[in-house]
């Protein structure tokens, strides 16, 4: 006898439909982990070529999951390599590049904010990323093993936090 549970698992992922509701969001959270906008596509799409071979119960959360765990790979050999940080490839549309000064402050201000990242913990960070890249409060304590009520503490603290070291280093840069 085939139980429930056998006969949901059978139903395969719909991973094209996966994909076209997910990719933008996953880039853009592998950017804010990596920092290099060609290596966070790179990673995405290899967080659903892995994804090819599974059958998840909760595919965006478990996209998530992976996109985090290569990231954290990155990261380490990066560390051991001694290159953690890659210098910002800011996005800019073609009439930015017709302005220096605007290029300049936008390359800054990805700057201030990365810094500012850097300076929370993993868990405030992963639980920030993970929000802007759309997630649900249930997929972020999937994610990060934190209760769904304690997700929006987690939140707000880390929202918080992030102001707060922006605020200070800015209150440095401007004192240098």
Request: net charge neutral; no cysteine.
């Amino acid at each position: 006898m085939v139980s429930e549970v056998t006969k949901l698992r059978t139903v395969s992922v719909d991973w094209a439909a996966v994909y076209s509701a997910t990719f933008e969001d996953l880039v853009r959270f592998l950017y804010r982990k990596v920092w290099d906008p060609d290596r966070a596509r790179d990673l995405a799409q290899e967080v659903f070529v892995r994804g090819l071979n599974e059958n998840p119960d909760n595919p965006r959360a478990w996209v998530f999951t992976v996109a985090s765990n290569l990231a954290r790979d990155e990261a380490r050999t990066a560390i051991r390599r001694r290159r953690h940080l890659a210098l910002i490839k800011s996005e800019t549309n073609p009439h930015a590049r017709e302005n220096p000064e605007e290029d300049l402050e936008r390359r800054e201000q990805v700057s201030a904010v990365r810094r500012a990242l850097d300076q929370l913990s993993e868990r405030d960070r992963d639980v920030l990323l993970l929000w802007d890249a759309g997630l649900d409060y249930g997929s972020i304590a999937a994610e990060t093993g934190l209760s769904p009520k304690a997700v929006g503490t987690t939140l707000a603290r880390a929202r918080r936090r992030l102001v707060e070291a922006h605020g200070k280093l800015e209150g440095t840069h401007a004192a240098h």
